[in-house]
């Protein structure tokens, strides 16, 4: 690390950033030995100081082996969310199908359908992802980031959950996956003021059948089974608090095989059901 590199992290250290993300900043915007670099990089500490989230300042952050465009139209994506590819992934290997039809529901930055489609391309699987979101905004982001990573066998679609779904997919679908709204209001009131900086409409569900956030985790469970092929599947994250709803939903609605799986962080925060 440079002197100037150096004393960047030091400065921004005593403003009160972690060095942590201080590091990130200071590798983002003290670039060459360029002088309004320096401005750059106060600028960016004094969002951050204010409670915007690193990522939405770096204007980037990594997904699996994808650098993903992200800023407030989308969720950040997480780190249990990569589990969540891990899951999906393990899904078609056991429906082993060669070409799956894949849907990444309520896709915010691309994060799950973009990394499944090129981890699977890697494979050699010729993977069809359909990408939907109701958020225009998302699908614009998501769209820049298939782009960016030359992932141009994905395709976009704007639909309400299933509401614009066409029939022609009706019984063919391998693969729903969603990482869906499940966080009740009274939740992100009380949660770090970094959250208030993403969109509500990501992280936010009414109330269901008394479970708090879980409407849109029954909406995608009730929902599913219309479209999905006999052997597919349907992978969900959830609130480390909904693993006993989301499961038991699955059951009432017919699923087979239906297991709920624990994030790195030991969590029950991932289901899966099996259509048969
Ligand atoms: C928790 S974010 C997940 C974003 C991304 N899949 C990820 O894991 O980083 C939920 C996403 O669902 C979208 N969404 C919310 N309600 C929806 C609905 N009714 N139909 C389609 N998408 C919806 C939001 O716009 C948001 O992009």
């Known amino acids: 690390m440079t002197d100037a590199r150096a004393r960047a992290l030091e400065r921004l250290a005593t403003l009160g950033i972690s060095r942590h993300e201080a590091r990130w900043l200071v590798e983002e915007f003290l670039v060459g030995g360029d002088p309004e670099a320096e401005t750059a990089l106060d600028l960016a500490a004094r969002r951050r100081l204010r409670g915007e989230p690193l990522q939405y300042i770096l204007g980037h952050w990594p997904f699996r082996s994808l650098d993903l465009d992200v800023d407030s139209r989308v969720l950040i994506p997480r780190p249990e969310t990569e589990e969540l590819v891990d899951l999906a992934l393990a899904e078609l290997v056991h429906g082993a199908q060669s070409a799956p039809l894949i849907v990444d529901m309520g896709c915010g930055s691309g994060a799950i359908g973009l990394a499944l489609a090129q981890e699977l391309g890697q494979r050699g699987v010729r993977a069809q992802v359909i990408l939907v979101d109701e958020s225009l905004d998302a699908l614009t982001v998501a769209r820049g980031n298939a782009r960016r990573h030359g992932l141009t066998t994905v395709s976009f679609l ?12 009706a019984a063919r679908v391998d693969l729903i996956v969603a990482n869906p709204p499940y966080v009740a209001d009274a939740d992100l009131a009380s949660a770090q003021i970094e959250l208030s900086h993403e969109p509500e409409s990501a992280l936010v569900a009414p109330p269901r059948d008394g479970v708090e956030g879980f409407d849109d985790l029954a909406r995608l469970i009730d929902g599913a089974p219309q479209w999905l092929r006999r052997g597919g599947s349907l992978v969900l994250e959830h609130g480390a608090d909904q693993a006993t709803p989301v499961t038991e939903r699955l059951v009432e609605r ?23």
């Open 254 to 276: 017919g699923f087979s095989d239906v297991a709920d799986f624990v994030d790195l962080a030991g969590l029950p925060r991932m289901a899966r059901g099996r259509w048969q």
């Open 158 to 169: 704007h639909s309400f959950w299933f509401d614009a779904w066409s029939e022609s997919l």
